[in-house]
Every structure is written in structure tokens, then in C-alpha cells.
């Protein structure tokens, strides 16, 4: 299994960038694919997350400047992060769940950097 995130820079305060994820030996619909982030020193929290349905969740702080897409057929999900603010620095992070195999199963990527400066 391998999920790999790309699109991670360095962007100025109200910037945009989006972030995208590669998945490859899953089947990519069976799962809920999530981002995550991981600041200097802090532990590492959920931002967004899609269902295999297409339903949505987001953390409070990126409410109305985030979005989380997947695309099926392609085997990729997307954040794309408008609104950019210094504290969204952190290291960004794939998360691949799904409990459809008789037990949970959990993936992660490598991380991509995003870091916001001004």
C-alpha cells in the first residue's frame, strides 16, 4: 500500500494551494481518506475527511477555507486550502480507514510541508 501526497510549498498569508494524494494497492472506494496535519512540536490532528460516499467532515478552524475532494477513478483524494494562515503551517499528512475487512485498517503517507509566511 502506498499513499503519496504532493503539492505541499511555501505560500504567503491568504495564498492557495492544493494538496493531492496518490493511493495505490487499496481498493481506493472502500476507504475513508483523510488529511491530516502535524505542527513543530505538536501531535498530529485530523483537518478533513471523506467517506467512500462522498460525505464530508472538517475541523472548525479550516470550515469555509478548505475543501477535500476524492476522484475515484483516479485513486486520488485532493485539499485544496484557500485562506492561508501562519498557523496552518505544519506537515501534511494522507490517511487512508476502513473497517469493511473484517477489522480496522489505517494507512498513512510520508507527509508533504506546507509552510505559511509572511
Known amino acids: 500500500v502506498q499513499l503519496v501526497e504532493s503539492g505541499g510549498d511555501l505560500v504567503q498569508p491568504g495564498g492557495s494551494l492544493r494538496l493531492a494524494c496518490a493511493a495505490s494497492?487499496?481498493?481506493?472506494?472502500?476507504?475513508?481518506m483523510g488529511w491530516y496535519r502535524q505542527a513543530p512540536g505538536k501531535q498530529r490532528d485530523l483537518v478533513a475527511r471523506?467517506?467512500?460516499?462522498?460525505?464530508?467532515h472538517y475541523i472548525d478552524a479550516v470550515k469555509g477555507r478548505f475543501t477535500i475532494y476524492r476522484d475515484n477513478g483516479k485513486d486520488q483524494v485532493h485539499l485544496q486550502m484557500n485562506g492561508l494562515k501562519l498557523e496552518d503551517t505544519a506537515l501534511y499528512y494522507c490517511?487512508?480507514?476502513?473497517?469493511?475487512?473484517?477489522?480496522?485498517?489505517?494507512?498513512w503517507g510520508q507527509g508533504t510541508p506546507v509552510t505559511v509566511f509572511s
Open positions: 471523506i467517506t467512500s460516499s462522498g460525505d464530508t
Open positions: 494497492g487499496i481498493i481506493f472506494s472502500d476507504y475513508t
Open positions: 490517511n487512508a480507514q476502513t473497517i469493511k475487512y473484517n477489522g480496522p485498517l489505517d494507512f
